[in-house]
Nanobody, 120 residues
C-alpha cells in the first residue's frame, strides 16, 4: 500500500517561512520523480516544484528564489522549504510521486494535502 504523508503546514505571517515534508512508503522512492502541487480555493491545482529521481529541479516562476525542493532517498522523503511567503501562496499543498515504467505504464500517487495559510 502506497502512502504519501505530508506535514509542516500551518499559519504564517507574510514574509515568514515554512518547511513541508512528505514521507513516502510502499514505493521504491529513489526511482520516483517527486513534486509539490498546490490548490487554492476556486483555482486549479498547479505544480509548484519538482525534483527528478536524478535530482534535477524545476519551479513555478512565482516561487523561484523563494522555495527550494529537496529529497532524501535514505529517508524516503521530499521537502519544500518555503521562504518569504506571500498571501498568494495560501493553498492546500500536495505531495506527488510519479514515474513512467519502460513499458509506458504510469504510476502516480498523491498525499492527502496540508494547508498553508499566509496571513497577518
Amino acid at each position: 500500500q502506497v502512502q504519501l504523508v505530508e506535514s509542516g503546514g500551518g499559519l504564517v505571517q507574510p514574509g515568514g517561512s515554512l518547511r513541508l515534508s512528505c514521507a513516502a512508503s510502499g514505493i521504491t522512492f529513489s526511482i520516483y520523480d517527486m513534486g509539490w502541487y498546490r490548490q487554492a480555493p476556486g483555482k486549479q491545482r498547479e505544480l509548484v516544484a519538482a525534483i527528478s529521481s536524478g535530482g534535477r529541479t524545476n519551479y513555478l516562476d512565482s516561487v523561484k528564489d523563494r522555495f527550494t525542493i529537496s529529497r532524501d532517498n535514505a529517508k524516503n522523503s521530499v521537502y519544500l522549504q518555503m521562504n518569504s511567503l506571500k498571501p498568494e501562496d495560501t493553498a492546500v499543498y500536495y505531495c506527488n510521486a510519479h514515474r513512467t515504467a519502460r513499458w509506458g505504464k504510469e504510476y502516480d500517487y498523491w498525499g492527502q494535502g496540508t494547508q498553508v495559510t499566509v496571513s497577518s
